[in-house]
C-alpha cells in the first residue's frame, strides 16, 4: 500500500507540473505494486488517473487529424465514431464545445443536418450530446433531429440526463448558515462509469448578495479521487467541507454567478474553460425541483 500510495502521488505531482509522460509512468508503477486486496482504494485512483491520462491523449491524437469542417460535412459518420470513442462525458463536451466556437451557426446547423442524415448508434448518441452542451438554435436542431432516438453510450447518457450526486461546502453547516467573507464549494455531478464532475467554487460573502469569484470543473474523476485530490487537500489546508444538499449548493452557486455578472466581474477561469455556459446548462438541466435525488441521503465520498 505505501509504495502504491507513494507512486499515486507522485504521479500528481508530476501531473501539475506537466510532465504527463513521467505521470503515465508512475501510474503503471504503481497499479503493478498495488495487487494486494488492501490497495484496492488506491488502485482504483491509479486506474482512473492512468484513464483520464489516456483520454486526455487521445483528445489531443483526434485534435490533431481532424478534417475539419469539410470533412465533417462530407463524413459526419466517422466525426460521430470518432468523438464517441473518446468515451469519457468531459472529453466529448469539450470536443462539442470546441467545434461549435470553430463553426459559424449555419455551418454548425448543416453539421446537425448531416449528423442526421447519416443516422447511426454513434450519430444519435453525438446528436443527443450536443442538445446537452449546445445553446440555442444549435441544442433545439440537436434535439430535434435526434427525436426518438436513445442515448447509447454511457458518454452520452451522462451528459443528456445529468444529475447532481452531491456536494460540500468548506465554511458553514448549509448554504443558509451565516457565511464568512468567502466560501469554498464542491458540487459533484454524476457521470459515467461511477465517475463525477467536481465544480470547484469561491463565493465572496462581502456584499449584500454572494458573489462568486471564480470557478472551475475538474476531470471526471471516481469518487475515491475526489476524495484524495480535492476534500483531503482542502481540510489539510483548514478548510474542512461538510456535506451539503446539492440542490441548494447549485442554487447558490447561480445566484452568485448571476451577481457576479451584474457587477461586471470576470470569471478568471473562463478564459480557458466554457464554465460560465456549463455552468448555465447545469442550472437549467438539474435546478428546481428534480436537482438533488441525493438531498438528505449520503454523499457519494466523505
Known sequence: MPDALASYRRALACLDSGDEIAARRLVE??????????CAPVRECLDDLGAQLDGEAALRRFASRTPGP???LSRPGDLAREVMALRR????EAVIEEVALLLPPPVLQRLIAALGAARTVETDDLLLACAAVLDGRAARAARQVAAGAQAVSPAARALAHPRLAAAWMASGGSPGDPPGDQQQLVLAVARDGGRVAPLVALIDHGDPAAVLRDAFFLPDMVPGRLDREVLRPMASA???GVPVAAGDALALVSTALGSALARGRCIPSEAHQSVIARMRRLQAACGGSCADPSAGGEPVVG
Open 29 to 38: 508503477e504503481g497499479l503493478a505494486r498495488s495487487w494486494r486486496p488492501q
Open 70 to 72: 469539410r470533412g465533417w
Open 89 to 92: 462525458a468531459n472529453l466529448v
Open 238 to 240: 483548514g478548510l474542512r
